[in-house]
């Protein structure tokens, strides 16, 4: 089997960069107003106007960058992740289940692939995932569904 990579789609990906220019500006905003506060000599504002606007939309806006260059991918061996979690390889015999789990978040549902090993801890894949229209990955179940029947045939005794 060759390998294959699930990649965020481009809306997706659309949908994080937009999300972290927003984060961005609002944090370009908190920078400037707290200069403003330095440059009249009121530092305890400006460091708390920083830390409570600024630094944590940075931090935010570093991760939805990251996060747009997530994968998951598999191939005969087993499934591999990459994510803003960091890096994950888990092999076909160690893998119990492959099943949607459907949630909601703030903007309503999304729908995730999660994954359950033999020894009983889970993990969740970071792509492909599914939610409202305009995250909406309509392959998504097609994914799936390669996912479990590779994961099948993978775990019979004598598979490929």
């Known amino acids: 089997m060759d390998e294959t990579a699930f990649r965020y789609t481009g809306r997706q990906r659309l949908m994080m960069w937009g999300n972290a220019l927003l984060v961005g500006v609002w944090a370009g ?28 939309p940075t931090a935010i806006s570093v991760v939805l960058v990251g996060m747009s260059t997530g994968a998951t991918r598999i191939d005969a061996q087993g499934l591999r992740t990459r994510g803003m979690t960091g890096r994950r ?6 893998i119990e289940s492959i099943h949607e789990l459907p949630g909601r978040g703030r903007r309503g549902t999304i729908t995730q692939i999660g994954v359950t090993r033999t020894d009983g801890t889970s993990f969740l894949l970071p792509i492909p995932f599914t939610s409202g229209t305009i995250a909406a990955d309509p392959g998504f179940y097609d994914k799936l569904e390669l996912m479990r029947r590779t994961w099948k045939g993978h775990r019979r005794p004598g598979g490929a």
């Not at 390889?89 to 160690?94: I, K, L, M, N």
């Open 89 to 94: 390889r888990v092999a076909w015999r160690d």
């Open 29 to 56: 905003w908190a920078g400037a107003s707290a200069g403003r506060l330095l440059a009249d000599h009121r530092t305890g504002a400006a460091v708390g106007l920083w830390l409570a606007f600024g630094l944590a």
